[in-house]
């Protein structure tokens, strides 16, 4: 008998994640639970609601997966191996850092998971490319304008798109420097793991982050 979809996705995306496991010297020893989500997929059977922001998303893209952090699951409509890095990469991340409620660290937060999201699909899938070509920040040269860019980008619904432009950025030089030895594993590794404790460590870091990466500073 042929596999079904569900059982595809969840076996490739577990073989991903210990591929990634393995690469990165990690052994988090737990696992998120997958699904593949197609047309007649009941949210409420994993207690997702309706409102959810993420399947909002899935309803504008095509092939996508989507990682639910307070649950830890992991949706998919796609096989694409890019696609389930990426999330793999959120649940690796998920396991260092908790949930952030005030909207400075939880875009630092955010866009640094994007951030490792990326690298780990290239990992996976080095052909995988970013669909941004912009950068908003990329004329900003103070903190204030950078909040007023952010809050905008709230006010406008591009939160959830900022988030991703800024972390995929990122994450693309990680992985040229991670494939050109540039940055060792262990590096790699610190980043990954920083839990970004203590008072705004999260958007901080991801100041030091985009500097490092870009070479582009702000000063605070
Ligand atoms: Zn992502």
């Known amino acids: 008998m042929k596999k ?90 998920h396991n260092f850092v908790k949930d952030f409620s005030d909207i400075v660290n939880d875009f630092g937060a955010s866009a640094i998971g994007e951030m490792i999201g990326f690298f780990c699909s290239k990992l996976i899938d080095y052909k995988r490319k970013s669909p941004y070509k912009s950068d908003n920040f990329q004329k900003i040269y103070s903190l204030k304008e950078m909040m007023l860019e952010i809050k905008s980008c709230i006010k406008e619904e591009g939160y959830f798109d900022l988030v991703h432009q800024q972390g995929y950025l990122m994450g693309e030089k990680l992985y040229n420097l991670y494939i050109s030895n540039l940055i060792s594993k262990k590096e790699v590794r610190k980043i990954i793991q920083n839990p970004l404790n203590g008072h705004n460590q999260a958007f901080l870091e991801f100041l030091r982050l985009r500097e490092k990466f870009t070479g582009h500073n702000i000063p605070f």
């Open 4 to 93: 079904s979809l569900q059982i595809l996705i969840e076996e490739r995306t577990y073989d991903i994640l210990f591929e990634l496991e393995d690469e990165l010297n990690l052994n988090l020893g737990v696992l998120p639970e997958v699904y593949y989500i197609g047309r007649n997929f009941n949210f409420g059977d994993i207690e997702i609601d309706k409102k959810d922001p993420g399947i909002k998303m899935l309803k504008i893209y095509p092939e996508i997966g989507f990682y639910f952090f307070q649950k830890k699951i992991i949706i998919s409509n796609t096989l694409k191996e890019g696609v389930l890095g990426e999330e793999i990469g959120h649940f690796i991340h």
